[in-house]
């Protein structure tokens, strides 16, 4: 039974930082892609970030370059998220995300195989 189970999201002031974890079971973690995807309040579910399956490539939506990082332990079959700089308009329901594909070739939400049933992050305005 595959499981995305995600942890770390709760409530922070503006320009603080939280780290996202995800943790993975039932697949072979090392040989998936994995990512990070959110979804504010009455919005679409949209990108955020992935990392291929030796941690060798990294992708960022461009709302949070420079201000995020993605990384993975394919030994403890973990994906993380560092969010640095919070913001507002990050307030969100981050999930976590794998698919066999690489993430070079995620094009929308279809590519991805399984999800996590995500974590709030809360930045208050």
């Known amino acids: 039974q595959v499981q995305l189970v995600e942890s770390g999201g709760g409530r922070v002031q503006a320009g603080g930082s939280l780290r996202l974890s995800c943790l993975a079971s039932g697949f072979t973690f090392s040989s998936y892609g994995m990512g990070w995807f959110r979804q504010a309040p009455g919005k679409e579910r949209e990108f955020v970030s992935s990392i291929n399956s030796d941690s060798s490539s990294t992708y960022f939506a461009d709302s949070i370059k420079g201000r995020f990082t993605i990384s993975r332990d394919n030994a403890k079959n973990t994906v993380y998220l560092q969010m640095n700089s919070l913001r507002p308009e990050d307030t969100a329901v981050y999930y976590c995300?794998?698919?066999?594909?690489?993430?070079?070739?995620?094009?929308?939400?279809?590519?991805?195989?399984?999800w996590g049933k995500g974590t709030l992050v809360t930045v208050p305005g």
């Open positions: 995300a794998a698919a066999w594909r690489d993430p070079l070739s995620w094009h929308g939400l279809d590519d991805i195989e399984y």
